[in-house]
């Protein structure tokens, strides 16, 4: 058997983005895996380790003696091809400064003279789902979303059984669902944790006024690997287009995904057992932080009791198919 050349993979800056990515890399052929290293946003270093047993090199970057530290790192490694799955022209300047000798990404962002395996910048096609995108990129088969069966991980039994909620999104209101105190309200019977940061103690708050005794606020007060132990132990999420709504879907929890400005088309969570939730708006989507026209009506208009009722019917169901 030939042995292949070691490559090593950039992973997206974002924490939804480097879940659906690692989605498609964790099922590489296991001739390829074995010959593949990751290169993890530092932050992210802790959930990719307890996520998958690839090895790792953090992509540490805050000034330039860890910018130097993380081009030695990789040059030690001597890969043979970098895959580039952000599309920034940084991330193309470093992979050249690391002295891979080829460099596979997109060509956008003014990088194509960085790259020596480059790939039609339209391949970013917000019409499909942007793991066909990373497939591309990995030079691999893609797999639809929905075949994605989740990665357990060992969970939070002090929390076990409750419903989480994620009312926070880093990009901006139009991906803020109001509603998540009414949902409280109906959903009665379940205790509820909310996740998320500091800046989502506010939303938290609302929530705990709506259902007093019922509500742990655990805002800013959790690691990643910590909250995806939390949701592992959850029966269920219900989440904005976000970065937490990935790592339930990941880990395979049940999960309604609330989308406004962005599209479930591109963006929905990973799994059969994951539901995107979204209403039409002829302005939808956007893809915008704040609605030009202030009436934010693509999340407005998802109604709490419809929410309630989906989240029963997938708990209920473990062949739950979603629709979007």
């Known amino acids: ?63 330039t003696n860890e910018r130097k530290s993380t081009v030695t ?45 480059p790939l039609p910048g ?26 994605w069966t989740g990665t357990p991980v060992l969970p939070d039994d002090s929390y076990k059984g409750s419903i989480v909620y994620c009312p926070g999104a880093a990009y901006g209101p139009a991906k ?16 509820i944790v909310v996740l998320g940061t500091r800046n989502d103690q506010e939303s938290a708050q609302k929530i705990v006024r709506v259902a007093p005794g019922r509500v742990t606020d655990l805002t800013g007060r959790t690691s990643l690997t910590e909250a995806a132990a939390i949701m592992s132990g959850a029966c269920g999420v219900v989440s904005n287009d976000s970065g937490l709504m990935h790592l339930a879907a990941y880990i395979g929890t049940p999960v309604i995904g609330l989308f406004g400005s962005t599209s479930p088309v591109w963006t929905r969570p ?28 693509c999340l407005e208009n998802i109604k709490p009791d419809a929410v309630a009722a989906v989240m029963a019917n997938l708990l209920g169901s473990h062949e739950f198919y979603a629709d979007h």
């Open 1 to 63: 058997m030939a042995v292949m050349n070691p490559s090593i993979i950039l992973l997206p800056n974002w924490i939804g983005d480097m879940l659906l990515a690692l989605s498609i890399v964790t099922r590489l052929p296991e001739t390829r895996r074995s010959n593949t290293t990751l290169l993890v946003p530092e932050q992210m270093s802790g959930l990719v380790r307890m996520l998958c047993d690839l090895p790792l090199i953090e992509f540490a970057r805050n000034d």
């Open 73 to 117: 790192a990789v040059r030690s490694g001597n890969f043979h091809t970098i895959y580039l799955l952000p599309f920034s022209f940084s991330s193309a300047w470093f992979a050249l400064k690391s002295g891979v000798p080829v460099r596979r990404g997109l060509s956008r962002e003014m990088r194509r003279f960085l790259l020596n395996d």
């Open 122 to 147: 339209d391949l970013r096609n917000k019409s499909q789902h942007i793991t066909s995108e990373y497939a591309r990129i990995l030079d691999t088969p893609f797999r639809s979303p929905e075949t």
């Open 176 to 191: 803020q669902w109001p509603h998540f105190a009414e949902l409280a309200r109906l959903q009665e019977q379940y205790h």
């Open 270 to 297: 990973l799994g059969k057992r994951s539901m995107a939730m979204n209403f039409p708006e002829q302005c939808a989507p956007c893809f915008q932080r704040t609605c030009r026209y202030q009436h934010y009506r």
